[in-house]
């Protein structure tokens, strides 16, 4: 056709994004991977390249070293950070000199910001509005409870600090119901799901996952059901020890897989019960072994209550590994994740009578539990990295 210019592929201009993190994290990498096919990306990660040294997770009371890559298929740089107590457990432990004339530098056409919490990426999000796009990422929720004038302060200071946001990506919808409390228009809403790399984790692993109950010593027709996580307040590991000590029912087993701050306490209790040979304990697994363990149980229960479960990727997990679920009213994902009595239940946070009938009810049969894992698996193909990325793509574009 007479006038049409062909364009090779290398001089078709890409759009420019800038990805400002704290730190490579498993659930995030592969996402940087998928976009880096489409967009010309570059992530920086404010925490800076002493993140790569300190190994130490509080959460954990360890040291952990992911097991799978982090850093390869994607352009990233480690900006300075010059924090004194550097790290993301305050917003002052994120402080880069920097980063505005390395963004500069790059020549972003838009930006992306995962959380306002730390010195930096809200000095970013300040400078760079009105001059180019800037996006947000973050998963906050409006579960947990606060007093009359902690919510006034947070509305004020909160609708401030999202006025320098063009377009916010929300991962589910308690997370989308605090974007819009505190500002951000429907229209300016975009929906990016929570995630984890569901083909890994519904991979067949039905070898290792019988050889890890064989080493428990539980029978075939043994209902296993699964905690793993860090054993901290937040995720409120007691109230399932306690109601499994209470329950009547033979044949069911309890397995605590991680470490932290509850584990002796954790210890001692099941020690002291009447069932401590059907409660089992096992230190924190890395992301190459943790689908076979998955796969092993039954039954995965996140029990939380707060602050701070905003979504609860364990369930993702579990559920990409077809398992039925049992969570609180406290977990982010429960809006989006669990259709009660489809595959799996809710119950409330404080309501030990609750979390006791859910139980009994999901332990009934183990047919049952299959049929609802089946049902887990299902639904959870509608959260995946290719989705989240493409959605954030079809944004920027």
Request: hydrophobic share 40%; proline share 3%.
């Amino acid at each position: 056709m007479k006038g049409l210019i062909k364009l090779n592929p290398s001089q078709i201009k890409m759009t420019k994004l800038a990805i400002i993190t704290t730190h490579p994290i498993q659930y995030y990498a592969p996402v940087f991977r998928l976009l880096a096919k489409q967009l010309d990306i570059k992530v920086f990660y404010t925490w800076g390249k002493q993140v790569l040294e300190n190994k130490y997770d509080p959460g954990f009371k360890r040291e952990i070293e992911w097991d799978i890559p982090l850093l390869n298929g994607y352009n990233y740089h480690f900006t300075q950070n010059d924090a004194k107590d550097a790290g993301s457990h305050h917003s002052k432990g994120i402080i880069n000199p920097n980063i505005i004339n390395e963004i500069k530098a790059f020549e972003a056409d838009a930006i992306l910001v995962y959380g306002h919490s730390y010195h930096s990426h809200l000095r970013v999000m300040r400078y760079f509005k009105g001059k180019i796009p800037i996006y947000f990422r973050g998963d906050s929720t409006l579960l947990d409870e606060n007093s009359f004038v902690i919510k006034t302060l947070k509305t004020i200071y909160l609708r401030w600090v999202y006025s320098f946001v063009d377009y916010a990506f929300y991962v589910g919808n308690a997370n989308k119901a605090y974007f819009k409390q505190y500002g951000i228009k429907e229209n300016r809403l975009l929906f990016a799901p929570h995630a984890v790399d569901n083909d890994r984790f519904g991979a067949d692993r039905s070898k290792e996952a019988a050889a890890i109950r064989n080493n428990l010593g539980i029978p075939e027709k043994g209902i296993l059901v699964l905690f793993t996580g860090k054993f901290e307040t937040k995720k409120n590991p007691e109230i399932l020890l306690n109601t499994f000590i209470g329950l009547r029912k033979e044949n069911v087993y309890l397995l605590f897989v991680g470490n932290g701050e509850l584990e002796k306490a954790l210890k001692e209790t099941a020690k002291r019960s009447k069932k401590r040979h059907f409660i089992f304990f096992e230190d924190f697994k890395n992301q190459e072994i943790l689908p076979a363990y998955y796969q092993a149980c039954d039954l995965f229960c996140l029990p939380s209550k707060g602050p701070g479960e905003t979504w609860g990727l364990a369930v993702n997990e579990a559920m990409a590994a077809s398992k039925a679920i049992l969570i609180s009213n406290k977990v982010g994902c429960a809006a989006n994740l669990i259709v009660e009595g489809a595959n799996g239940y809710v119950f409330e946070v404080g309501n030990s009578k609750r979390i006791a009938e859910n139980l009994r009810l999901l332990l009934f049969e183990k047919e049952n539990l299959v049929k609802m894992g089946q049902a887990s698996k299902n639904m959870i193909n509608n959260y995946t990295f290719k989705i989240q990325a493409q959605n954030i793509i079809n944004a920027l574009k």
